[in-house]
Each structure stands twice: as C-alpha cells, then as structure tokens.
C-alpha cells in the first residue's frame, strides 16, 4: 500500500502518476488507485488521499479498498462544546440556545463549560487572526463560507465535516480553516480531533511545526480502515 496527496491525480501531475503506476506493475503487483476522502472513513475532516493498493501477482488475488461509512462525523462530534454556542450575524456574539427559556441554566451552563474548555486545551497565542487581514473577513464570514478575497480562508460549519487542513496554514498570518465561531484558528487540540489524532498524542516544536505534521498526516483512523481491509481483505484470504 503507498499513498500520496489528490494533486498525483489533477492536471500535469498525471503524468508522474502514470509513471509510479507502471513501475508498480512492473515490480510484480496487480495494482490498482482509488482517491478516498477521510470524511467517509471516520474522520471529521474533509481529506483526499490517493491510495495504491498491490497484491503479488502470484496471489491470484485483486486489491481491495475500504467501502465508504453510512455516516460522517462533524466538527460538532469532535468540539462538542462547540455546540453551545451560535454565531449571530457577522460580529460573533455567544448565545445559549436555551437562554430564552431559562436564562438561570444559561449562567451555570456556562460556567460548566468554561471549566470543560479550559481542561481540555490551551488557546496557543499563535492562534490569534485578530491583528491580521484574515481576522477582518472573519468577520464578514458565515458558517460553511469561503472568502472571496483570501485564498483557502473559510469558516467551517459545524454540523459538517470540516474542510480540509493543510500543513502551511499553522503560521499565523496565512489564510486557512479557521474556528467557526472564535476569530482564531485550532488549536493543536482542537486539531488533533479534527485529524482524527487522539487526545493524548504528543507533539512537539512549534506551533506552526505540529499544525504541518497534522496537515501532512494521513488521519489515523484512516489509515485504520484501510488496515483492517488489507487484514480481512488480503492477508487473511490469501493465508487459506
């Protein structure tokens, strides 16, 4: 199995494709690609990765791929806090869903999530959009928006998987997925979920370092989808 980014596939990168593709071939594999999306495969973000799968011609067997989940996991499902919280009009003003109703609740659930927020993660100073143009059009972005001005700036929706996180857009000026509904961007907690990391994952460097090696990263959870297919697949039918 090798993978690589969905660029192998688009435009004048075919060619190198083709290439890696017969030199696989020629090794001895029947091999064939799939470009698969993480969303479908347990992760709460959008990630395309081409995947090659080969099988020793002697086998006697075709490669096979993990088939897509029934269901998809949201940026809400990884930050449920998140869930508390609407945005309303352009400039974000935190409001309980039950305020209207309850407004007693209102006050203690927020201190209840104050406390879950704060034990859960740092809000790392590189974070902060607020100084640059990017922290601007936050400002004039809804849910699920992508800005006109300012290549690959969106705002994610929370009820949807999010979009996709790439390796540059930890360095704190350059636009990039940012917090749906706090004018910052993940933290590298936050990010772990979202890349499907567990919590407990420890990475080091800087803060633009460990954003890259989760941008680069095949999502785990992934990468054990297609695992388990190789197992029960390719492994364990040709051990008959």
């Known amino acids: 199995m090798a993978e690589n980014v969905s660029g192998l596939v688009k435009g004048t990168a075919k060619a190198c ?21 993480a969303q479908w495969l347990g992760v709460p973000q959008v990630c395309q990765r081409v995947i090659f799968m ?3 011609q002697d086998l006697g067997r075709e ?59 740092l809000v790392e100073a590189e974070t902060d959009i607020g100084r640059y143009a990017i922290g601007q059009e936050w400002d004039h972005l809804k849910p699920g928006q992508k800005s006109e001005r300012y290549l690959n700036l969106i705002k994610p929706q929370t009820d949807q998987p999010c979009p996709t996180i790439c390796q540059s857009h930890g360095n ?5 997925v ?42 785990p959870v992934m990468m054990f989808h297609i695992a388990r297919t190789i197992r029960d697949e ?7």
């Open 234 to 240: 390719g492994l364990a039918k040709c051990a008959r």
């Open 63 to 121: 490669p096979a791929f993990p088939k897509p989940l029934p269901y998809r996991y949201s940026v809400r499902d990884a930050l449920p806090w998140i869930h508390s919280f609407e945005a309303t009009g352009p400039q974000f003003t935190p409001t309980w869903k039950n305020a209207a109703e309850n407004p007693s609740d209102c006050v203690s659930q927020l201190g209840n999530f104050s406390k879950k927020q704060s034990a859960f993660t």
């Open 54 to 56: 080969g099988v020793r």
């Open 178 to 219: 940012v917090h749906p509904s706090e004018k910052r961007k993940f933290t590298i907690a936050e990010l772990k979920r979202i890349c499907g990391f567990p919590d407990d994952f420890l990475l080091t460097g800087t803060f633009a370092q460990q954003w890259e090696r989760l941008g680069r990263a095949v999502p």
């Open 172 to 176: 704190l000026a350059t636009a990039g």
């Open 17 to 37: 494709f083709l290439e890696i593709l017969q030199a696989l071939k020629a090794c001895g594999y029947r091999v064939q690609v799939k470009l698969l999306d």
